[in-house]
Nanobody, 120 residues
Framework: QVQLVESGGGSVQAGGSLRLSCAASEYTYCMGWFRQAPGKEREEVAVIDMYGSTSYADSVKGRFTISKDNAKKILYLQMNSLKPEDTAMYYC?????????????????WGQGTQVTVSS
């Protein structure tokens, strides 16, 4: 059972930055960040595989960067130029499967989430 603990959420004004962290209890092949705003479906934000290859939602490309420290087993999401529409609960996800097998959010392990609120 992989345990994931997110941190780094908070409130920020539009244009500001936040860095989310996700500490994992063990190494996994694929990790990602998802978000869900009230009344909306969960959205994949960014995914990174065991080789460091990344993918991003169109809505965050050029503003968000996903990265990981394999030695420390920590996943990061650097969020710059934040917009009010980025407001959501952000979740870390992980799986031992390859990333192409996790399409549609099919990750086996999820964190509890960390709230990000961006005010205009």
């Amino acid at each position: 059972q992989v345990q994931l603990v997110e941190s780094g959420g908070g409130s920020v004004q539009a244009g500001g930055s936040l860095r989310l962290s996700c500490a994992a209890s063990e190494y996994t092949y694929c990790m990602g960040w998802f978000r869900q705003a009230p009344g909306k479906e969960r959205e994949e934000v960014a995914v990174i595989d065991m080789y460091g290859s990344t993918s991003y939602a169109d809505s965050v490309k050029g503003r968000f960067t996903i990265s990981k420290d394999n030695a420390k087993k920590i996943l990061y999401l650097q969020m710059n130029s934040l917009k009010p529409e980025d407001t959501a609960m952000y979740y870390c996800a992980a799986d031992h499967k390859f990333c192409f097998q996790t399409k549609g959010g099919a990750f086996g392990y999820w964190g509890q989430g960390t709230q990000v609120t961006v005010s205009s």
